[in-house]
């Protein structure tokens, strides 16, 4: 008997369990919509009644077979009536029509979810077989675990303050030669107001000759180079874009100018380089086929925002916001290094805080990122929002991915000489990684001497200020346990930025 009573309560606990905390889930996704607008705030009130479901279902389906008992029929048919109230787990279909990529895949995977927890709890109800009940019961209880922990990470991932309302295309206030931009504001406890109209007329360097050019220009009146020209046909062709102009080349990607023809938004298309001749490089897709997973799962106001992805006949796309502003690169090429000039050096200390807080919030998340390819071309000071913004992705990887090096695809297979640490050269980045890369960084732009020179010296340290040199020594520490933890670098950074005369 007290075999039985025990056996009971640990039924009656783990279906408890079950059921309570996917409805705190939803309570809590319910009260993080509320911080939220748009399709955004759509999602988190689908995610809240998915996981509402379990709970309000277990009410009504005890007081149907309370109510009604002699009533309902039995077999298949019982198990039908008594999961007629599942069919809210078909609201994920609104998904459908969302603009945004990653919304409508968390859509999806709620309606696969469903799906499954619908099919096994016909099959339980329905009686169709007792040893097909005694099979479907637990794996019930494995697909209801494993949709609550998928939803608890996209709850976690979304809720974040709003990004702010855009104007439609149709409105009144955008004119032909405006485009409207919105600025992504979503990481707490950073909020920006909306970005002003950018003139369509707004600078941009060329390519080829880097000599400033009107955005829509057709082509450089600098060194003669027609834009169209250097666009390859393979996405030229994309009904969804109208094609600008090139914007740059790395080693893996090429990255375009384009604007969307329906939201009439500027963005970046980034293809993989060789995307313009015989076909992509096999690595190249990869790389970019693995930033896009990246990009997918990060929300913040200072990294690059995907706005979709998409394959062609020649291989995968990304499309990628237009951040306004020259990158730190093109900074220090215009106005020198910032060893000679207090407001700069100061601006940089303060560029870095904010860079290495970015670094710090995607090392601290439910999946911790790493960038590991930190340089001075891959920082845009945009021109329209507090701080850089953090480009180029196909290089990141999720920690979990650095104890299994066989699964990395690396750039260039360590990141960027003079810029890369030390460990990276053997295939063993770590969480460290990013700080030397960081205060690499910060080396170049305080003192104007290129460490991609003389990789992993820096013979400037020693012409630096004092207590700048006292805080970029130990970052640039060879052996990864010497360097400051990434939150630590911040805020000595801030202090630096606040002490400058």
Not at 153 to 168: F, H, Q, W
Not at 243 to 260: C, D, F, K, N, T
Not at 327 to 335: G, P, V
């Amino acid at each position: 008997m007290n075999d039985g009573y025990f056996c009971l309560g640990i039924i009656v606990l783990v279906f408890g369990a079950s059921v309570l905390y996917p409805l705190y889930l939803g309570i809590k996704a319910f009260r993080a919509a509320r911080t939220q607008h748009g399709e955004t705030r759509s999602t988190l009130h689908i995610l809240a009644l998915f996981m509402a479901e379990p709970a309000v279902n277990s009410v009504l389906v005890i007081a149907l077979l309370t109510l009604f008992n002699t009533n309902l029929q039995s077999g298949i048919w019982l198990g039908l009536q008594l999961t007629a109230p599942m069919l809210v787990l078909l609201y994920p279909l609104r998904g459908r029509s969302f603009s945004d990529p990653v919304l409508r895949r968390s859509c999806k995977t709620m309606l696969v979810f469903g799906f499954f927890r619908w099919a096994l709890n016909v099959c339980t109800f329905g009686g169709i077989d007792v040893g097909i009940g005694l099979l479907t019961v637990p794996i019930g209880f494995i697909v209801l675990w494993a949709s609550t922990a998928w939803a608890r990470d996209t709850i976690e991932r979304l809720s974040t303050p709003p990004l702010p309302a855009m104007p439609p295309a149709s409105s009144p206030v955008v004119q032909p030669t405006t485009v409207a931009k919105r600025i992504t504001a979503i990481a707490a406890p950073i909020a920006y107001p909306p970005a002003p109209l950018r003139p369509a007329g707004s600078p941009i360097l060329c390519p080829l000759c880097h000599a400033i050019t009107a955005m829509y220009d057709p082509e450089c009146t600098s060194c003669g180079l027609v834009f169209q020209s250097r666009i390859p046909a393979a996405i030229a062709t994309l009904a969804e874009y109208r094609l600008l102009r090139p914007l740059g080349a790395g080693g893996m990607g090429h990255a375009y100018l384009a604007e969307s023809q329906s939201a009439h938004e500027l963005c970046v298309i980034k293809t993989p380089a060789g995307v313009d001749v015989a076909g992509p490089d096999a690595t190249a897709s990869r790389n970019l086929r693995h930033e896009g997973e990246m990009l997918a799962r990060i929300r913040h106001p200072h990294v690059v925002r995907l706005l979709d992805r998409g394959v062609t006949s020649a291989g995968d796309y990304l499309v990628l916001e237009f951040v306004a502003g020259p990158d730190l690169e093109q900074l220090l090429a215009r106005h020198g290094a910032g060893i000679s000039d207090p407001q700069r050096l100061r601006q940089i200390l303060r560029t870095g805080a904010v860079i290495a807080t970015t670094l710090h919030k995607l090392a601290s998340g439910p999946q911790p990122l790493l960038h590991l390819d930190l340089k001075p071309a891959n920082l845009i000071q945009s021109s329209e929002r507090d701080g850089p913004v953090l480009i180029d992705f196909g290089n990141a990887r999720f920690a979990t991915q650095i104890s299994h090096p066989e699964a990395t695809i690396a750039l260039n297979n360590y990141g960027t000489p003079g810029y890369a640490a030390p460990e990276q050269y053997g295939g063993r980045p770590t969480a460290q990684s990013d700080v030397y890369g960081l205060a690499a960084t910060l080396y170049h732009l305080i003192s104007g001497d290129d460490p991609t020179s003389h990789p992993l010296h820096f013979p400037a340290l020693a012409h630096l200020p004092t207590d700048i040199a006292t805080a970029l020594r130990p970052a640039l520490a060879h052996t990864p346990a010497e360097r400051p933890p990434i939150a630590i670098f911040a805020a000595t950074l801030r202090t630096l930025a606040t002490q400058r005369p």
